[in-house]
């Protein structure tokens, strides 16, 4: 299973706050941008044309899904199954990249 | 006004992007309040979308429950990456043609873009403050002007305008008539302080005796508008206080008021062009007048309809203004 999941990582910036942001509820497309920005706490901003090229994309890949809503003008999105393990290893790659570099930084200082 | 720019964006966007996320994104736009930050992001968007985004159609033909294929029509698609960049390199080829043709066009005046009149006296400036440095150890090449237009035959029979021509350009301009007594004095080959109609391009016969050589020379300054017009005592001959005056005396033959001359404005009248050589074949005695008796050559017999048409308040004679305006007339009637 994981070498199946190793063709989607590591994830680019935006897939990744995306899928981050989709992981606590289901958000519609602003609702995306805010949980983006503030995660990155204002860092990070997503414009609605990088977002909808990536949420296109995750949807095609499978790792996000369109979910019906009352609000006919809104499209909400969720994250799949398989999303939420191409986050889990992504953010399990992430952890030993960042302990890989705290070691290195405690050797040589 | 941002927000009409924000839906021609979204517009341009593929179709199928446009359709699925097109009203989510300018919802957005609306709730946001960077509007300027969205345009950037709606044309990097934009970008991405045709450029980076494979929109390839996967269409293969199926077969039914009875063995008939099935076919499906699509949506019309975007052209594939591939075709876009042979678009991009025809492209580059026309236009490397076209410029190829512009900067050998063969001496087609037609292929020219961009002056009506090509001449480097566009490219020379009239008027200059600076003073000569004569001790600058500098030389200056030009490179030749991609098009030089033939010298007119008019401009070669008249060493007037050859001369004042610097550039031979067919067009006498605003710095080359400034300096036109400068270059008038170059023609003044025997240094006698004036020119004579034979220093202006008159070739007469060396056999003619001096009366019609003295009658040919008057006509020749008066007939030709730039001679007529430097020659303002109508002696037959540009003194040296006329040479001096000649940029003045050009500038009143600039009919359009455009600062230089061209041809069609120092070319001679047709009519009078040709009034003039009958009256200097007919008149005889230089009276100014075709009298009856000078009817009676050879000469005039040829030019019958053309001397009664001309004589129709029955004078006895014809002047060189009644010719002028006979030939005028029978001029328009030919158009007619």
Redesign the interface.
């Given at each position: 299973m994981k070498d199946d999941l190793s063709k989607f990582l590591p994830l680019a910036p935006a897939a990744l706050h995306i899928l981050l942001a989709l992981a606590g509820e289901d958000m519609?497309?602003?609702g995306i941008?805010q949980e983006v920005a503030r995660q990155s706490e204002g860092a990070y901003?997503l414009?609605?044309?990088?977002l909808?090229?990536n949420?296109?994309r995750l949807m095609d890949q499978g790792m996000v899904l369109e979910v019906t809503s009352d609000d006919p003008?809104?499209?909400y999105y969720r994250l799949s199954s398989l999303g939420r393990k191409v986050l889990s290893t992504e953010i399990s790659r992430l952890e030993g990249v960042v302990r890989e570099a705290r070691l290195h930084l405690r050797r040589s200082s | 006004m941002t927000r009409w720019l924000y839906i021609r964006l979204l517009w341009l966007h593929p179709r199928t992007f446009r359709q699925r996320f097109g009203d989510e994104m300018l919802g957005i736009f609306d709730q946001s309040a960077e509007k300027s930050s969205l345009m950037v992001d709606g044309f990097l968007s934009l970008a991405r979308q045709w450029v980076l985004r494979e929109r390839a159609v996967t269409f293969s033909p199926t077969t039914a429950a009875d063995g008939v294929l099935l076919f499906y029509s699509t949506e019309p698609e975007i052209p594939r990456l591939s075709a876009l960049m042979r678009g991009a390199v025809i492209t580059f080829f026309l236009f490397g043609t076209i410029c190829f043709v512009m900067s050998h066009r063969w001496r087609q005046s037609g292929l020219i873009i961009g002056s009506h009149h090509p001449s480097l006296s566009h490219l020379l400036p009239a008027h200059t403050d600076a003073q000569p440095i004569a001790d600058l150890p500098a030389e200056v090449k030009m490179k030749p002007y991609p098009y030089q237009p033939p010298v007119s035959a008019y401009f070669r029979l008249m060493l007037v305008l050859g001369a004042l021509d610097a550039d031979q350009d067919n067009v006498i301009s605003a710095a080359e008539i400034d300096n036109a007594p400068a270059s008038l004095w170059k023609l003044d080959k025997n240094h006698d302080g004036k020119l004579s109609a034979e220093e202006c391009g008159l070739k007469p016969d060396p056999n003619l005796d001096p009366l019609t050589l003295g009658r040919m020379r008057l006509a020749f300054m008066r007939v030709h508008p730039v001679l007529a017009a430097l020659d303002t005592n109508h002696d037959g001959e540009i003194s040296e206080y006329e040479i001096r005056n000649a940029a003045a005396a050009l500038r009143t033959l600039d009919a359009n008021g455009d600062g230089k001359l061209v041809e069609n404005e120092v070319r001679p009248d047709a009519a009078v062009l040709m009034a003039s050589n009958i009256m200097f074949a007919l008149d005889k005695n230089g009276d100014g007048r075709i009298s009856p008796a000078e009817r009676k050559s050879m000469l005039a017999v040829r030019f019958r309809d053309l001397l009664d048409g001309a004589d129709r308040a029955r004078k006895g004679f014809v002047t060189e203004e009644d010719l002028v305006n006979e030939i005028r007339l029978s001029m328009e009637k030919r158009r007619e």
């Open positions: 519609h497309g602003y941008m901003k414009g609605p044309g990088t909808y090229d949420l296109q003008r809104r499209r | -």
